[in-house]
């Protein structure tokens, strides 16, 4: 079991085909995925027909719409990155404020108020998006009624898009941040006001820079995940989709390997993120 | 007594209390300028709570604090002459040492080429020069003490607060740093409050020391005043190593009385005025204190080799108990042969009586005058 | 830090702070979930019309179609669950227990790699696998195990497979955390006074591991119960998969009381099971969220 007690040899052996299979299983997709943005064949599907860039470069005088000539992807990604910009700064401001809420603050009702934060959590994506795109409406209908306003940002739309994803991920922001501010020592604080900082000062030269690593941690989390949302994004769209969504509706049709290209992008993009943070990370350890 | 002018710090009639706890209980007490000044006191005594109100993180609930002949009342932490060391000396981890030292100089917004020069001076007093870039958790235990005091010093306090900052070093490194903590206060001559449960950094470190006990003080004065001539049982017994013996007076003349215990041994010591301004009488509940280095030991009552004294020193006698070889401060375990009273007495650095034996029988006795007794309790 | 300094100073800054966890709990929370509700319990009596009934709620039990699809979404919703769970459990073991520093740090990365990578794109790989003139129909003609390529998607398996691959890290974290933590020496003294592997696994490892599990089950139940994107892609045109239900209500049809109600029923039955599985575990809500 552990290595300090002896284990059967047959036992040693599965194990190793076990985890063998089970990093087959993990990445067989993906590698597939890989290899058909390079394949020169109108569909990504075998057998392989030659290595080609044209699904990253390719234009009309081949025939073939490459990614980057694909104005309705690219402007998609655009969308996505828009998206994920904004759930990003909305979800770390409000999870920072809350870790200081929960943290910092006594106050009836804490604990329900610390459940609560918890809540969104465990109600499924597709919900959140129909209940968020329910109410928006009604609050629209309900201020062009009594004030005449035209409320267009509570119709479906990226703004909606925006408040339908914040709605779940200010929780995960809010969980990484208070986890980090709980195990904050609060005699820096002390120390620092000891040394003459006013308070504004403290917050700006102790706590937050100590707080850096969790808000950066959970920016990139958020932003990823705000990225490859669909659940919510789904329900929440108008005229213009991001891009998981943009992808969903090619792969029913059956699509050309610029969707494989485009996941090339995507991966590469994660890659270079979590490289990033990993960095981050180190530093924020020291 | 001095002039009220050359207080660094003067607390009157300070009062703190938690609920119905009363942490600080009316303290009045003056800091002269340019003294190391310790507060001594077993956990709980409320010598935090103290060292807290004067840095001005507790507002007291009565009286005052002063510093530098001004009243403390209502100003914050950060606008006091007031620096503090903290216990696990609370260097910031995200900056660089010189970043540490240099922090409350940027807050008062002190220019950057003025900062770093004073930062590399202060960081060359107190022997870490060229430490700027380093990272605090590539210093060892001491350096990391010597950075947080000179991130205090750097600011120039009229008072510097250390709160029991070699609590979490090792034995070694806290003997050095005890050294080097009394040379530094020597060289900048700045005010030292320093608050620990250790008698021997006290006693070691400071010009006066003030035993804190249950939210007062029970004596102030220096070490030696202290250690010779507590002012009171909790003092006797808290300020270096005592044999505590408890019984009645027996018999009073003049000066000394004989205490004997319940089990019937008697001794004798000199009386001394209790914190109630009683003096031990005949009849009374006591406790007799004897040093163990005061004691002397032999294997008969002609070794005895006691100091010219004005009364006759009573000879007891013992059996070995046990051996405690501790170097310098080596110690026998004795106990009185007839009523098996436990008696602790230093051993000559001489190494003699080396060679004893447990349950080997010897004699002891002290200098009455320089064993104290207090009443205890009630007349009975 | 300090006491406090002035009460209405502190006063302002809770509330200060309270404001945007307010705005967020009520305003994209609770309301639109209480609207929802309000929703699912109105029918519409004519144009601009509505009275409050329960004829959403009948349609679903007198629908066979709704009540089957309910009912066969909660049933490969549990089996992936379980699934994932039996994949996960010795795959965290083995990073946890079984390697040590680098070899175990690096096999928890690669663990991790797939997911950072969006659900879509993981998707895409498994239709270009499993599709009738995919990757694997074509393996197995050239091996000799089919005659002609077998169409591999758009069957409840297929939905199985992209439903686990999806899940596998929610529950290898919770799981790796909670395993992880497990003292060596616990396992150890229990084989010296007579264990064998099994009963050390049920009255050891398991109980210490029963918040993660419990975690990794509610999250991937949750997840794979909303999932929409793999049961319609994987499960064909109209694979019956509740959430799609859901979307044609509320956005085809434009029948948002009826989906509604379909939603509504859809977060009963998440809760329930979240409930369940707090109660069969003996677990607290907010343990047992913070470890996932």
């Known amino acids: 079991m552990i290595p300090s007690l002896p284990r059967p040899l047959w036992l040693r052996v599965a194990t190793v085909v076990f985890v063998a299979a089970f990093l087959v299983f993990l990445f067989l997709p993906l590698v597939t995925v890989a290899a058909f943005a390079f394949n020169d064949a109108a569909y990504p599907a075998p057998p392989w027909q030659g290595f080609t860039l044209d699904w990253f470069t390719g234009d009309e005088s081949k025939g073939r719409t490459g990614l980057f000539k694909d104005q309705e992807l690219m402007g998609s990604i655009l969308t996505s990155l828009l998206v994920a910009a904004w759930v990003t700064l909305l979800s770390v401001v409000v999870g920072t404020t809350n870790a200081f809420l929960m943290e910092r603050m006594r106050f009836r009702g804490q604990g329900l108020l610390s459940l609560m934060m918890l809540i969104p959590l465990v109600i499924p994506g597709v919900i959140l998006g129909i209940s968020i795109l329910a109410f928006a409406s009604r609050v629209a209908d309900l201020l062009g009624d009594v004030f005449g306003w035209e409320a267009e940002f509570l119709r479906p739309g990226l703004p909606l898009v925006v408040l339908g994803q914040v709605s779940y991920l200010i929780a995960i922001s809010t969980l990484t941040i208070s986890a980090r501010l709980k195990r904050f020592d609060r005699t820096l604080e002390e120390a620092a006001y000891n040394l003459g900082a006013s308070r504004p000062a403290v917050l700006a030269t102790i706590t937050l820079p100590y707080l850096r690593p969790a808000m950066i941690g959970s920016a990139a989390i958020v932003f990823l995940m705000s990225f490859e949302n669909f659940n919510t994004t789904l329900m929440l769209v108008g005229a213009d989709s991001p891009l998981t969504v943009m992808m969903y509706g090619r792969m029913r049709d059956g699509a050309t390997p610029v969707l494989n290209a485009v996941s090339v992008f995507l991966m590469v993009a994660s890659a270079a993120i979590a490289l990033l943070l990993m960095r981050g990370g180190a530093q924020g350890r020291r | ?380 | 830090m300090v006491e406090a300094s002035g009460t209405l100073t502190r006063r302002l800054l809770l509330w200060l702070l309270l404001a945007p966890a307010l705005v967020w709990l009520l305003g994209l929370i609770l309301l639109p979930h209480l609207d929802l509700a309000l929703l699912s319990f109105r029918e519409r009596t004519g144009p601009g019309e509505y009275a409050y009934s329960l004829a959403q709620y009948r349609t679903f039990f007198a629908e066979p179609l709704y009540w089957d699809v309910f009912v066969r979404t909660a049933v490969i919703s549990l089996i992936a669950t379980a699934i994932t769970l039996l994949i996960a459990f010795p795959i965290a073991w083995t990073i946890a227990k079984l390697t040590q520093g680098r070899v175990s740090a690096l096999l928890f990365a690669v663990c991790l790699i797939p997911f950072w990578v969006s659900e879509t794109v993981r998707t895409l790989g498994w239709m270009i696998l499993l599709r009738e003139t995919g990757v694997l129909p074509g393996v197995l003609v050239s091996l000799g195990v089919t005659d002609a390529p077998v169409e591999m998607l758009y069957r409840d398996a297929t939905i199985l497979v992209g439903l686990v691959y999806t899940s596998l890290l929610f529950m290898v974290v919770p799981l790796y955390s909670s395993l992880e933590s497990l003292d060596d020496s616990l396992i150890e003294a229990a084989y010296d006074l007579g264990g064998n592997g099994w009963t050390v696994l049920r009255t050891i490892v398991i109980p210490h591991a029963a918040p993660g599990i419990t975690a990794g089950c509610i999250v991937v139940f949750m997840l794979t119960l909303g999932n929409y994107l793999t049961a319609s892609l994987l499960g064909g045109k109209n694979s019956l998969w509740f959430t799609e239900q859901i979307y044609t209500q509320f956005i085809t049809r434009f029948n948002w009381e009826q989906g509604a109600a379909f939603g509504f029923l859809l977060l009963l039955l998440s809760s329930l099971m979240v409930w369940i599985g707090l109660r069969l575990s003996g677990q607290k809500f907010a343990d047992v969220m913070s470890r996932s």
């Open chain 2, 1 to 380: 007594m001095s002039a009220p002018q050359d207080f660094d710090l003067e607390a009157k009639s300070a009062l703190k209390r938690f609920g119905t706890h009363t942490a600080v209980d009316s303290l009045s007490f003056g800091v002269k300028r340019g003294s190391f000044f310790s507060i001594l006191g077993p956990s709980g005594c409320g010598k935090t709570t103290l060292l807290r109100m004067i840095a001005g993180f507790i507002e007291p609930d009565g009286g005052d604090i002063e510093i530098g002949g001004r009243s403390q009342r209502g100003v914050a932490p950060n606008r006091r002459s007031v620096n503090m060391v903290f216990q696990q000396l609370a260097l910031f981890p995200m900056m660089s040492v010189g970043e540490n030292v240099a922090y409350g100089l940027a807050r008062r917004g002190v220019g950057r080429a003025e900062r770093d020069s004073k930062v590399r001076a202060m960081l060359e007093r107190v022997g870490l020069p060229g430490a700027e870039s380093k990272r605090t958790d590539e210093l060892s235990g001491g350096q990391r003490q010597r950075v947080a005091i000179a991130r205090s010093l750097v600011l120039e306090p009229t008072l510097l607060l250390l709160d029991e900052p070699l609590g979490a070093l090792d034995l070694k490194l806290r003997e050095r740093m005890k050294i080097e903590l009394k040379q530094l206060q020597a060289a900048f001559g700045t005010t030292f409050v320093y608050i620990t449960h250790d008698q021997s950094e006290a006693l070691v470190l400071s010009d006066q020391v003030a035993v804190m006990n249950a939210g007062r003080f029970e004596q102030v004065g220096s070490p030696q005043e202290l250690y010779y001539s507590p002012a009171t049982p909790f003092v006797a017994g808290f300020v270096g190593a005592n044999n505590r013996i408890e019984g009645r007076v027996s018999a009073v003349h003049g000066a000394l009385v004989d205490v004997a215990t319940p089990e019937g041994w008697v001794v004798r010591a000199q009386t001394q005025t209790g914190p109630d301004g009683r003096k031990p009488g005949v009849g009374d509940a006591a406790s007799a204190f004897v040093r163990p280095e005061v004691a002397v030991l032999g294997r008969s009552a002609a070794e005895l080799d006691l100091p010219p004294a004005a009364a006759p020193a009573p000879v007891h006698e013992g059996v070995v108990e046990s051996l405690l070889f501790d170097g310098a401060n080596s110690a026998v375990l004795l106990r009185e042969t007839k009523t098996r009273a436990e008696f602790r007495v230093a051993l000559p650095q001489t190494g003699r009586y080396a060679d004893l034996k447990v349950d080997e029988r010897v004699v002891f006795s002290f200098a009455p005058e320089r064993a104290v007794c207090f009443a205890t309790g009630g007349h009975g």
